[in-house]
């Protein structure tokens, strides 16, 4: 994947912050137990540093694969709420791991992209990069989105970036 740093990064508002109930593992900040992702745009990327714990640790020191899973898998789902602004469900991912990410590193960087889009089927790329760079993890995501309506009754409604509002 190629990493577009001509782009000037725009933090993106997470539309359900308020919402009673909200309790996503992957990006609530107010879930306890969560991983708590924030995440960017970047040209046609969206992107995400992640400071991993130990917490997370499956081998000593390594991040575990179902953590990465988790990360890879959310960071897709918010491409399909900004890129496309709607909501969608994961219906396939295929994760390949490449190295072990160390919990001791400061900040690991996962970045996503639409690379096909039929109808309401959209396959993305992401990639997990540990602190010095190096591709750890991939996957490709096949998300099924939902038509505005439906994404309306999941009370996703926009996802903006900071300068939008």
Known sequence: MENNTSCQRKKILNPFVHLE???CFGCAPGNPFGVKMEFYEEGDDIVSCWQPKSEYQGWLNTL?????AVLLDEICGWVVMRKLQTAGVTSKMETRYLRPVSTL???ITLR???TEQRR?????EAELCNAAGQVCTRALCTYFTFPQKKA??????HCHT???V
């Open 21 to 23: 109930g909200y309790n």
């Open 64 to 68: 575990h694969g179902g953590i990465q």
């Open 105 to 107: 590193d400061e900040c």
């Open 112 to 114: 996503a992209r639409i």
């Open 120 to 124: 309401n089927i959209v396959n993305i």
């Open 152 to 157: 309306r009754e999941m009370h996703f409604h």
């Open 162 to 164: 900071e300068d939008e």
